[in-house]
Antibody, heavy 120, light 108 residues
Framework: QLQLQESGPRLVKPSETLSLTCTVS??????????WGWIRQSPGKGLEWIGS???????YYHPSFKSRVTISGDTSKNEFSLSLRSATAADSTVYYC????????????WGQGTLVTVSS | SYVLTQAPSMSVAPGETARIACGGN??????VHWYQQRPGQAPLLVIS???DRASGIPERFSGSNSGNTATLTITNVEAGDEAIYYC???????????FGIGTEVTVL
């Protein structure tokens, strides 16, 4: 059974890079033709898709984040990562790693979510 | 960008039917997915591609999509259905996922 687990620093200083990793268990990222992505949820903006990476390595980003986000995958560790540069207090929220089958498909699996706070 | 409109909240009595609407310009021409989120939990897929129930979701949950409104219907509502329900589409013009603000369903 596929499971996703987020990990990474819960506290980030303003202007630094917010980095999170998602560990995938139950399936192999390299052989499963899936998309692996990040969604965040805040009281003010609700659910926001940040971007996704296809199993082949191709990435897709929301225009709002495109200038400061990188999503990368490490199939040898069966994990993928989010890097959000120049973090501000507005980036303080819950981040979910997710999986979807197609680029426009439903989000079939979600991690439990992790709260990240950007503060000095 | 594409905008999805949902009522912030609704109340329904146990045993009654909840109809949760998701409005969007000609939303019937795209596909809609629905998620349930209970407090402190991640969202859970309930309906995909307008009307397909996700694995493990009771038959009481159904979906439809036509014109400018997609609807998630919960029949014979139970206390355990209390949650926030989000609709989602793929904005094919802007090329990203869009979510509604969510409708909080309270079971009286």
């Amino acid at each position: 059974q596929l499971q996703l687990q987020e990990s990474g620093p819960r506290l980030v200083k303003p202007s630094e890079t917010l980095s999170l990793t998602c560990t995938v268990s139950g399936v192999s990222m390299s052989t499963t033709k899936s998309y692996w992505g990040w969604i965040r949820q805040s009281p003010g903006k609700g659910l926001e898709w940040i971007g996704s990476i296809y199993y082949s390595g191709t990435t897709y980003y929301h225009p709002s984040f495109k200038s400061r986000v990188t999503i990368s995958g490490d199939t040898s560790k069966n994990e993928f990562s989010l890097s959000l540069r120049s973090a501000t207090a507005a980036d303080s929220t819950v981040y979910y790693c997710v999986r979807h089958w197609g680029r426009a498909a439903e989000i079939s699996h979600w991690g439990q979510g992790t709260l990240v706070t950007v503060s000095s | 960008s594409y905008v999805l409109t949902q009522a912030p909240s609704m109340s329904v009595a146990p045993g009654e039917t909840a109809r949760i609407a998701c409005g969007g310009n000609n939303i019937g021409s795209t596909t809609v997915h629905w998620y349930q989120q209970r407090p402190g939990q991640a969202p859970l897929l309930v309906i995909s591609y307008d009307r397909d129930r996700a694995s493990g979701i009771p038959e009481r949950f159904s979906g439809s999509n036509s014109g400018n409104t997609a609807t998630l219907t919960i029949t014979n509502v139970e206390a355990g259905d209390e949650a926030i329900y989000y609709c989602q589409v793929w904005d094919s013009i802007s090329d990203y996922y869009v979510f509604g603000i969510g409708t909080e369903v309270t079971v009286l």
